[in-house]
Each structure stands twice: as structure tokens, then as C-alpha cells.
């Protein structure tokens, strides 16, 4: 069996799938296990997939906070689930990783080019940049 390494930004794609089935598990009460959510995508036990699901997991409160403090008009629960995952992803590495904060809001962007329509990319970004410019971000 050959196993493929995935790059950041495909892994990023897994993260973002995982935290959308555990959007849709949450309300309904359902059980589920993130390590098997993770696994059911991923073959291979992967670090960095691992802290971003956990990690938006664990700080979700403080990432729609920060989310909602920047949607004009809106707030992050009534984004859809895929479009909350991947914002959420691009909060957490701003926020909580080492990842360089251009890298962490161009890899949301792109993801949201490929699973959410123009204006959500642009809604995306300017969240991104608007966190990036007023929030007290480590600069890496």
C-alpha cells in the first residue's frame, strides 16, 4: 500500500471537512470521535490536521467571537457549515498557530474559491484581514 503525502493546503481541505461533519453532528446530539472523523479522511495519523481540528474545536467560542466582531451584518452561525469551517480554520492559525498570517488568510481564500461563491470569499477576506490588522496577531 502506498500511502501519499498530502500538502498543507490539502490537509487543510481534510480539517475543513472534518469540522463540517462535526457542525452538522452538533446540534442533532449525536455522538461522534474526532480522531475517527479524521480518520475516515485521512489514512495516516497527521499533526497538523489533529491541532487544526482540535484546535477550532477547543477555542470555537473565542473564534466566533472574533468572527462576529468583523461580519458586518451577520454572524458566524448563520454562515453555511462549510464556509464557518473554513473561516474558523483561517481564525485558529491567525490566532493560535505559527503559520505566517499571509499564508493562514490566502490558504482560507483559496479553499473558499473552491467550495463557496465570490461573495463569501470576499466576506472571508476581509474578516481574515480585518482580524490581521486590529487584532494583537504575533507577527511570524
Not at 7 to 33: F, G, H, W
Not at 109 to 138: C, Q
Request: charged share 30%.
Amino acid at each position: 500500500m502506498v500511502i501519499e503525502m498530502k500538502n498543507r493546503s490539502e490537509l487543510r481541505e481534510i480539517a475543513m471537512k472534518c469540522l463540517y461533519q462535526v457542525y452538522i453532528m452538533e446540534p442533532t446530539k449525536l455522538d461522534y470521535d474526532i480522531s475517527e472523523l479524521i480518520h475516515e479522511q485521512l489514512e495516516v495519523e497527521n499533526d497538523f490536521v489533529n491541532t487544526l481540528v482540535n484546535g477550532v474545536i477547543t477555542n470555537q467560542n473565542s473564534i466566533d467571537e472574533l468572527a462576529n466582531k468583523y461580519l458586518e451584518n451577520w454572524t458566524i452561525d448563520r454562515l453555511n457549515k462549510v464556509d464557518k469551517a473554513i473561516l474558523s480554520i483561517g481564525i485558529f492559525e491567525l490566532k493560535y498557530t505559527e503559520t505566517p498570517s499571509v499564508v493562514s488568510i490566502n490558504e482560507a481564500i483559496e479553499l473558499s474559491k473552491k467550495y463557496s461563491d465570490e461573495a463569501v470569499t470576499k466576506m472571508i477576506n476581509g474578516v481574515l484581514d480585518n482580524i490581521y490588522h486590529n487584532e494583537d496577531i504575533d507577527e511570524r
